[in-house]
């Protein structure tokens, strides 16, 4: 185990803490001071955060370095945040606006019945592609290091999407299907 393994589980534990950082200083500048241009720019940001860690693991490759268990979690961490960001980030705009700006909070936690199934199956299908970026930038990482020996540790994250895969549809869509329930006429 050498120093670049420790790194990277410090810089994608720093990337998830500068996207929040960022996501909500964003949003602070918008709602609390009311700049919103500032905001946006703090805000395009964002993605700037994936991008330094996709770069960083490209240097550490490209230095001979063996691929390590890190490098593919940095890869499932950056298809996690692509597929997932926008969600979070409408979320989290949804939650300044009501806490900071006076916008009423809708309410989407509340579904019942096919509602509730789709908004599950759009969640699975943001989870596979997540998968697909994570294996995209998997290939692409063996492509790269061009050699079987120095990508073996990579092998479980071949595997390991799929198990998420299989158990975010076993208790996202198929839970939802199996209890499903109406909304109650009031």
Same mark, same amino acid.
């Given at each position: 185990?050498?120093?670049?393994? &420790? ?5 994608? =534990?720093?990337?998830?803490? /500068?996207?929040?950082? %960022? =996501? ?26 994936? #991008?330094? #860690? ?6 550490? %490759?490209? +230095? ?6 890190? $490098?593919? #979690?940095? /890869? ?21 606006? $009501? +806490? *900071? ?7 989407? &936690?509340?579904? *019942?019945?096919?509602?509730? !199934? ?7 299908? +943001?989870? @596979?592609?997540?998968?697909? @970026? ?6 692409? @990482? !063996? ?18 999407? =799929? ?13 939802? !299907?199996? *209890? ?7």
């Amino acid at each position: 185990m050498n120093g670049d393994f &420790d790194i990277i589980y410090i810089l994608i =534990l720093g990337c998830e803490f /500068a996207f929040w950082v %960022l =996501l909500c200083a964003g949003f602070a500048i918008r709602y609390v001071f009311n700049l919103k241009k500032l905001s946006a720019f703090v805000l395009a940001s964002v993605p700037l955060v994936d #991008l330094f #860690l996709l770069g960083f693991v490209v240097i550490d %490759l490209s +230095r001979g370095e063996s691929a390590t268990f890190a $490098h593919g #979690l940095a /890869a499932a961490y950056i298809g996690f945040t692509i597929a997932f960001g926008s969600t979070l980030v409408r979320w989290a705009d949804q939650w300044f606006a $009501h +806490r *900071f700006g006076g916008a009423a909070m809708r309410n989407e &936690d509340v579904l *019942f019945g096919w509602s509730a !199934v789709i908004d599950e199956f759009k969640l699975w299908f +943001r989870c @596979i592609f997540a998968v697909a @970026i994570t294996y995209g930038l998997l290939v692409l @990482i !063996v492509g790269f290091v061009d050699n079987p020996a120095k990508t073996a540790a990579l092998t479980i994250w071949f595997k390991m999407p =799929l198990f998420t895969v299989f158990f975010w549809f076993l208790f996202g869509p198929l839970w939802r !299907v199996v *209890f499903f329930k109406r909304a109650s006429k009031s």
